[in-house]
């Protein structure tokens, strides 16, 4: 059974950074494309980044320059730093996972807030 756990959400004031981090258990994380999506308030989840087994990255335009993504294979975790971070980027982050079906985790509140 595969599993992602999403940690490292909480409030931070503007211009603040924070890092968040998903585990993932139950699948060859080496070989998965694992990304983070997150649901802002008045709006449809969204892709924010994702990576390739390769490292290959790919980001949404509203967070190019501000947010990286990067992987532990050995830790079997993909990591999302964010910086200069604004109130737009409220919401629950959510890591997901495709192996052989959609997988999702539970998700983690950022609040950016003064």
């Known amino acids: 059974q595969v599993r992602l756990v999403e940690s490292g959400g909480e409030l931070v004031q503007p211009g603040g950074s924070l890092r968040l981090s998903c585990v993932v258990s139950?699948?060859?994380?080496?070989?998965?494309?694992p990304a983070w999506y997150r649901q802002t308030p008045g709006r449809e989840r969204e892709l924010v980044a994702n990576?390739?087994?390769?490292?290959?990255?790919n980001y949404a335009d509203s967070v190019k320059g501000r947010f990286t993504i990067s992987r532990n294979n050995p830790r079997n975790t993909v990591y999302l730093q964010m910086n200069s971070l604004n109130p737009e980027d409220t919401g629950v982050y959510y890591c997901?996972?495709?192996?052989?079906?959609?997988?999702w985790g539970k998700g983690t509140l950022v609040t950016v807030s003064s």
């Open positions: 997901y996972l495709y192996w052989r079906r959609d997988f």
């Open positions: 139950g699948a060859n994380f080496a070989i998965t494309t």
């Open positions: 990576i390739t087994s390769s490292g290959a990255t």
